[in-house]
C-alpha cells in the first residue's frame, strides 16, 4: 500500500484539488500494476503556528510523508526515479503558491506488518493479486 499523508498549512489546496492530487496518485500506482484500493491519501490542516521550520513558523508549507509497503524499489536508481516522479507531479500543485516551504519523503516498509481488513495481502504481482484487484 501507498500511504500518503499530507501536512498543509490552510489555503494550499481547494477539496476539488485534493481530489484530483489523490485521484492522480492512485492513476499512477493503478498504471504500474497496485491495485487501486492500495492507494490512501490523507489530508491533514496544520495551522501555520502548529508548523514549524527550523524551529520558526512556516506560514505556508506543506510535509507529504510517503509509506511505500506493498511495492519497493530494487536498487538506488529507482528510488532515483521515484523520487523524481514525486516531485514532478507535486510540483504543479505546489509552486503557485508564493513562499511556500514543501518536502516529501518515502519509507519503504516491510509488506509483513501490513493488512487489509485483517487480512494479509497476496505476493505482489500473483494471480491472487490480480484477482483482489
Do not use: C
Not at 481547494?14 to 498504471?31: C, G, M, N, P, V
Not at 538506488?76 to 526515479?81: C, V, Y
Not at 505546489?94 to 506488518?113: K, M, P, Q, V, Y
Amino acid at each position: 500500500m501507498p500511504l500518503w499523508t499530507v501536512h498543509h498549512t490552510p489555503g494550499i489546496f481547494t477539496d476539488k484539488e485534493k481530489h484530483q492530487l489523490a485521484s492522480q496518485i492512485a492513476d499512477h500506482y493503478e498504471q504500474v500494476g497496485l491495485p487501486r484500493f492500495y492507494v490512501i491519501t490523507l489530508f491533514h490542516q496544520t495551522l501555520p503556528e502548529d508548523f514549524y521550520v527550523g524551529g520558526e513558523p512556516a506560514p505556508v508549507g506543506v510535509r507529504i510523508v510517503i509509506d511505500h509497503i506493498a511495492r519497493r524499489n530494487a536498487d538506488r536508481e529507482s528510488r532515483r526515479r521515484t523520487a523524481q516522479w514525486v516531485k514532478g507531479m507535486l510540483q504543479p500543485h505546489l509552486e503557485r503558491n508564493a513562499g511556500l516551504h514543501w518536502e516529501f519523503h518515502i519509507d519503504e516498509t516491510s509488506d509483513d506488518l501490513w493488512m487489509i481488513n485483517g487480512i494479509a495481502p497476496p505476493p505482489a504481482g500473483s494471480d491472487a493479486e490480480k484477482l483482489w484487484a
